[in-house]
């Protein structure tokens, strides 16, 4: 038994290491397997991964080529928004999806009183399949739609451009087509960018463009006048913070305005701006070798001068040397002086001032000047004076900053400028020395015809203008007048041009019948002046420079006097 025993114990032994290396055997191929499982899994997970990255990278990249890109905003120089795209929904319908047309009428009309019922059957009766109803519909009229369920409804988004301010700086923001395309002002200029989303920041400040088209507009109704412009820029470097024409526009409704108000007084109107072209005669007088500084004019009797006889509008019976000629504004003086230094001598001033060219502006709506360049001594005495030469604003601006800028060429802009300043030189420095001090004379002597542009503590100086106005038909009406001012301040270190022209203004009681500049163009000057400085930071001045004043004192400026003489 023992034997037996032993025996199956043994036997037990054998079979227990057999078992145990069986299943040793099954773990290492069940684990190795599970390694190769996990293994392959890894590697597939590892390529699926990258073929989804792939995928992922794609539709990205897809998205990025096909996404409609917004149009660009507009700002102003503080950062104000002037002009930005929005989404809205547009209301279309397929006819042929429509079951009752009588009920789908009713349907619309409730909602939208403004289709008419006729129109609507016309649209509707088409055997087209998209029709477009309304441009642009509300969200209370799109949850209508809905709880109204009409049949063929399909409402698309749009982008619509809109315009925060209305009406403020409408002509240079311009405007863009039902495709949202520029077609007029900034818009157009910078189109490809704009459309592109980039953004465009212009020089103009918000504020003083809103303070300039109130002052102006209601200087015009105050003397009914048909309209006029305004120009704020920056004497340094040409920056135009303000430029208003009038009467403006809603730009958001620019599609429906009609052309003249749509038309830019400003950039594009061309006038003969009169007397303040005696500020550039005088300049070219003190530059050119023809003349000096102490000749004096007679201008005691009329011109006459082939079958023109040139007249001043209040006689001087006495000779007037060039700072009298400015400030007493002498027709027949500033004949004389351009007699003096001619035609050739004029021209080639009128030319480098840019005064015979279009504007290089970021707008596309720019003037050509119309300048008479026969080489007629009459034509060349007329001009002196601002007959015969027919600007925009805007040249008159440029010209006046470039005579207080030292002489240096300024171009306007409508962007704020990082690029270098031009070394351009029109004038000396002297000859722009001299020119402000009688800039200012004309605005502070009590002989000067702008003494209404005067702003306490501000040395403004400047140069009125009144024109006939030059009629459809050709000449000039003895009945309509173009009233320009041209100024600049402080005049000791002028930083801001301001240029007014105001078209067509009535003589009223409180004016005593009076139209001219000195009555209507002044007085807003004085009040632009006066608002914007503390925006610009431009502080009164408590104490002037005594080389200042000492340039005023040089020169005297005298009244009319019986029997005076020089």
Same mark, same amino acid.
């Given at each position: 038994?023992?034997?037996?025993?032993?025996?199956?114990?043994?036997?037990?032994?054998?079979?227990?290491?057999?078992?145990?290396?069986?299943?040793?055997?099954?773990?290492?191929?069940?684990?190795?397997?599970?390694?190769? %499982?996990?293994?392959?899994?890894?590697?597939?997970?590892?390529?699926?991964?990258?073929?989804?990255?792939?995928?992922?990278?794609?539709?990205?990249?897809?998205?990025?080529?096909?996404?409609?890109?917004?149009?660009?905003?507009?700002?102003?120089?503080? &950062?104000?928004?002037?002009?930005?795209?929005?989404?809205?929904?547009?209301?279309?319908?397929?006819?042929?999806?429509?079951?009752?047309?009588?009920?789908? %009428?009713?349907?619309?009309?409730?909602?939208? =009183?403004?289709?008419?019922?006729?129109?609507?059957?016309?649209?509707?009766?088409?055997?087209?399949?998209?029709?477009?109803?309304?441009?642009?519909?509300?969200?209370?009229?799109?949850?209508?739609?809905?709880?109204?369920?009409?049949?063929?409804? /399909?409402?698309?988004?749009?982008?619509?451009?809109?315009?925060?301010?209305?009406?403020?700086?409408?002509?240079?923001?311009?405007?863009?087509?039902?495709?949202?395309?520029?077609?007029?002002?900034?818009?157009?200029?910078?189109?490809?960018?704009?459309?592109?989303?980039?953004?465009?920041?212009?020089?103009?400040?918000?504020?003083?463009?809103?303070?300039?088209?109130? %002052?102006?507009?209601?200087?015009?109704?105050?003397?009914?006048?048909?309209?006029?412009?305004?120009?704020?820029?920056?004497?340094?470097?040409?920056?135009?913070?303000?430029?208003?024409?009038?009467?403006?526009?809603? *730009?958001?409704?620019?599609?429906?305005?009609?052309?003249?108000?749509?038309?830019?007084?400003?950039?594009?109107?061309?006038?003969?701006?009169?007397?303040?072209?005696?500020?550039?005669?005088?300049?070219?007088?003190?530059?050119?070798?023809?003349?000096?500084?102490?000749?004096?004019?007679?201008?005691?009797? =009329?011109?006459?001068?082939?079958?023109?006889?040139?007249?001043?509008?209040?006689?001087?019976?006495?000779?007037?040397?060039?700072?009298?000629?400015?400030?007493?504004?002498?027709?027949? &003086?500033?004949?004389?002086?351009?007699? /003096?230094?001619?035609?050739?001598?004029?021209?080639?001033?009128?030319?480098?001032?840019?005064?015979?060219?279009?504007?290089?502006?970021?707008?596309?709506?720019?003037?050509?000047?119309?300048?008479?360049?026969?080489?007629?001594?009459?034509?060349?005495?007329?001009?002196?004076?601002?007959?015969?030469?027919?600007?925009?604003?805007?040249?008159?601006?440029? *010209?006046?900053?470039?005579?207080?800028?030292?002489?240096?060429?300024?171009?306007?802009?409508?962007?704020?400028?990082?690029? /270098?300043?031009?070394?351009?030189?029109?004038?000396?420095?002297?000859?722009?020395?001299?020119?402000?001090?009688?800039?200012?004379?004309?605005?502070?002597?009590?002989?000067?015809?702008?003494?209404?542009?005067?702003?306490?503590?501000?040395?403004?100086?400047?140069?009125?203008?009144?024109?006939?106005? #030059?009629?459809?038909?050709?000449?000039?009406?003895?009945?309509?007048?173009?009233? *320009?001012?041209?100024?600049?301040?402080?005049?000791?270190?002028?930083?801001?041009?301001?240029?007014?022209?105001?078209?067509?203004?009535?003589?009223?009681?409180?004016?005593?019948?009076?139209?001219?500049?000195?009555? #209507?163009?002044?007085?807003?000057?004085? /009040?632009?002046?006066?608002?914007?400085?503390?925006?610009?930071?431009?502080? =009164?001045?408590?104490?002037?420079?005594?080389?200042?004043?000492?340039?005023?004192?040089?020169?005297?400026?005298? &009244?009319?006097?019986?029997?005076?003489?020089?």
């Amino acid at each position: 038994m023992k034997i037996i025993g032993f025996l199956h114990n043994d036997f037990s032994i054998k079979n227990n290491l057999k078992l145990r290396r069986v299943k040793l055997s099954i773990c290492s191929v069940l684990l190795i397997f599970s390694f190769t %499982i996990i293994g392959y899994k890894t590697f597939s997970l590892a390529g699926i991964t990258k073929i989804n990255k792939n995928q992922i990278s794609s539709k990205k990249n897809q998205q990025n080529l096909f996404s409609k890109l917004n149009r660009g905003n507009i700002y102003g120089r503080n &950062g104000d928004l002037l002009a930005t795209t929005i989404d809205v929904n547009s209301l279309n319908i397929n006819p042929q999806e429509i079951l009752n047309k009588n009920e789908t %009428i009713k349907k619309l009309n409730k909602i939208f =009183p403004e289709l008419k019922e006729e129109s609507l059957w016309r649209k509707l009766n088409t055997k087209k399949r998209h029709v477009n109803l309304l441009r642009e519909i509300s969200p209370k009229q799109y949850v209508l739609l809905l709880e109204e369920g009409i049949e063929g409804i /399909k409402i698309e988004a749009k982008d619509k451009r809109i315009y925060p301010n209305n009406n403020l700086v409408s002509h240079i923001l311009g405007g863009t087509d039902i495709d949202g395309k520029g077609i007029a002002g900034i818009e157009k200029s910078f189109n490809e960018k704009l459309r592109n989303g980039e953004n465009i920041t212009i020089s103009i400040h918000n504020g003083i463009q809103y303070i300039t088209e109130k %002052i102006m507009s209601e200087q015009i109704k105050k003397f009914d006048a048909e309209g006029g412009a305004g120009i704020v820029m920056n004497a340094k470097n040409g920056e135009i913070y303000a430029i208003t024409s009038l009467p403006d526009y809603n *730009a958001n409704d620019y599609n429906n305005i009609n052309n003249q108000n749509l038309f830019n007084k400003a950039t594009k109107g061309i006038y003969e701006l009169g007397s303040t072209l005696k500020l550039i005669t005088a300049a070219v007088a003190f530059e050119s070798d023809h003349v000096k500084e102490n000749d004096v004019f007679d201008v005691s009797t =009329p011109l006459k001068v082939s079958s023109r006889t040139i007249r001043d509008f209040h006689p001087l019976n006495y000779r007037l040397n060039i700072p009298e000629v400015i400030v007493h504004s002498s027709n027949i &003086g500033s004949a004389k002086i351009a007699k /003096k230094f001619g035609t050739s001598t004029q021209l080639k001033y009128l030319k480098s001032l840019g005064l015979m060219d279009k504007l290089d502006l970021e707008v596309p709506e720019l003037g050509k000047p119309q300048v008479l360049k026969d080489g007629k001594l009459l034509s060349t005495m007329t001009i002196s004076y601002g007959h015969g030469i027919a600007i925009t604003p805007l040249h008159l601006a440029s *010209a006046t900053a470039t005579i207080v800028n030292d002489g240096v060429k300024i171009k306007p802009t409508l962007l704020i400028s990082n690029s /270098k300043l031009s070394n351009d030189r029109i004038f000396s420095s002297e000859t722009s020395k001299k020119m402000k001090s009688i800039m200012r004379l004309v605005v502070s002597s009590k002989h000067g015809t702008a003494k209404k542009a005067q702003a306490t503590g501000y040395l403004v100086g400047g140069k009125t203008g009144t024109a006939e106005k #030059v009629s459809q038909t050709g000449g000039y009406s003895k009945k309509q007048n173009i009233v *320009a001012f041209t100024a600049a301040y402080p005049m000791n270190d002028p930083q801001f041009v301001i240029t007014i022209m105001i078209d067509n203004p009535k003589g009223q009681k409180f004016s005593f019948g009076y139209r001219t500049a000195g009555w #209507v163009a002044a007085p807003v000057i004085k /009040k632009l002046v006066t608002r914007i400085s503390p925006i610009l930071n431009i502080k =009164p001045e408590t104490k002037v420079s005594s080389d200042f004043t000492k340039d005023l004192n040089k020169y005297k400026i005298r &009244g009319k006097k019986k029997g005076a003489n020089l």
